[in-house]
């Protein structure tokens, strides 16, 4: 059929005068409600038609017959059989309708259709109200992350996601579905968090993945750039330091100067230091700290939300440290891990992150146990054994393990003192947060 050409329904319909979608649907309910009662099939009274479906009925040129109920319908508002009224209108033998189809007809249908789509758009609109709202949870879930154990936070995360992905269906304005799918994002990226806190690598990637999307869909760099450091800092703790460096390099692509710049070259250092690549590694490490000590604007997730989001000094060093650790160079190590602590124990306590200061206590009693201190290494291990089983999440738990590692140094054969620490080690990182199931909060309907 040529694309030209109208289909028989679209002829009865401007013959008929039942234009707009309102109108069609009333009379369509009505003729449904008329043959229940004939056939005494009382399924066919609640029968209606969507407004997608009925603009396809009248474009035509559909692959499928509607189902049966709404067929027979359709057969009984215009006594036509269905496959007619959705053919050509040409071969439909509805000369007497046909002249009712003309220009100034089809032209009139057009503007009410127009408006009629223009004032159903405009109602698909949400309070702002309520996206405040979300984004003021969002931003006080990130916040209070590092406060909390991971799984307080997961399921108010979760309902956050949930509702801003809700919300979506009931709204048709731009703005507000980009703000929609930036909360969206950043509740994901809270999931991510939590499931690799607890020990869920591959769902963590799978939540990372999704921040990128949604952040790609809306042109967010901020978000894109959280996301793919997400994924780099999953592949380097499951030892895939060149998918780290691959992930690393895409982020940095499209990334905003400052923070997340400083936080992508970091990981980026972490990569090269688990190849052995020390040069690289310290490069990467000048970059972050480059990138961090610039004047760039401040990035609306890294900077302004924060929490878990961000990325400061202390969490610069402690990821620095780390890097330096793996090459086992103790002494950057330990000046790294000292700056953490010292920072940490300085700062306002609004940015203080106890699960960063406990990781750079382990990093730095990693660094003691390469120069030989190991009595400086217990001691300073001591307040991290006092750390509550939810709160000791994959971070530190695998962090101990590689110190626990370096306890097998040949300086240390024989040693009681390393193997009481080693089994001390051993212990704390069997109860680890990932291994408890607490029952979640019930759902909110």
């Not at 003309?102 to 159903?120: D, R």
């Not at 999953?234 to 982020?251: R, Y």
């Not at 400086?376 to 709160?391: E, H, I, M, S, Y």
Request: a negative charge.
């Amino acid at each position: 059929m040529p694309e030209a050409e109208p289909t028989a329904l679209r002829v009865l319909v401007v013959e008929r005068r039942w234009r707009t979608y309102e109108t069609f649907r009333r009379h369509f309910e009505e003729a449904a409600r008329t043959l229940a009662a004939e056939t005494n099939d009382p399924r066919l009274a609640a029968l209606s038609v969507s407004r997608t479906q009925f603009e396809r009925w009248l474009r035509g040129g559909l692959t499928t017959r509607p189902y049966p109920n709404a067929s027979a319908v359709l057969q009984r508002m215009f006594s036509v059989e269905v496959d007619v009224l959705l053919g050509p209108a040409s071969e439909a033998n509805l000369q007497e309708q046909a002249q009712a189809f003309n220009l100034k007809s089809e032209i009139t249908m057009a503007a009410h259709e127009s408006s009629e789509h223009a004032a159903y758009a405009a109602a698909r609109a949400i309070d702002n109200m309520t996206i405040e709202q979300l984004q003021e949870d969002v931003t006080k879930v990130a916040r209070e992350y590092p406060e909390k154990a991971p799984i307080e936070s997961f399921a108010e995360a979760k309902r956050i996601r949930d509702l801003a992905l809700s919300l979506l269906d009931r709204t048709g304005r731009p703005a507000q579905e980009s703000d929609l799918y930036v909360a969206a994002g950043q509740a994901c990226g809270i999931l991510a968090t939590v499931s690799f806190d607890l020990g869920y690598t591959d769902a963590a990637s799978e939540q990372a993945r999704t921040v990128f999307i949604y952040g790609r869909m809306v042109g967010h760099e901020g978000l894109c750039a959280w996301a793919m450091g997400m994924r780099a800092l999953i592949a380097n703790w499951s030892e895939f330091p060149l998918a780290a460096l691959e992930l690393v390099a895409k982020g940095l692509a499209t990334a905003p100067a400052g923070t997340p710049t400083a936080r992508l070259h970091a990981i980026g250092a972490r990569a090269y230091s688990q190849l052995g690549n020390a040069i690289s590694a310290t490069e990467s490490a000048g970059l972050a700290l480059s990138a961090a000590d610039s004047d760039a604007p401040a990035d609306e997730l890294h900077d302004d939300i924060g929490g878990e989001f961000s990325f400061d000094g202390a969490r610069l060093r402690r990821c620095l440290g780390s890097a330096y650790v793996n090459l086992k160079l103790a002494e950057p190590a330990a000046r790294h891990a000292r700056q953490v602590i010292e920072l940490y124990d300085t700062g306002a306590p609004i940015v203080r992150m106890p699960k960063v200061a406990i990781e750079a206590r382990i990093e730095l009693a990693h660094a003691l146990i390469l120069s030989g201190d190991l009595d400086g290494a217990a001691d300073t291990l001591g307040t991290v054994f006092d750390l509550p089983q939810p709160q000791r999440v994959h971070g530190v738990t695998e962090r101990l393990v590689k110190a626990r590692q370096a306890l097998a140094l040949p300086s240390y054969q024989g040693s009681s003192e390393a193997l009481d620490l080693g089994a001390r080690i051993e212990v704390f990182a069997a109860e680890s947060a990932g291994a408890i199931a607490p029952a979640l909060p019930p759902r909110r309907s």
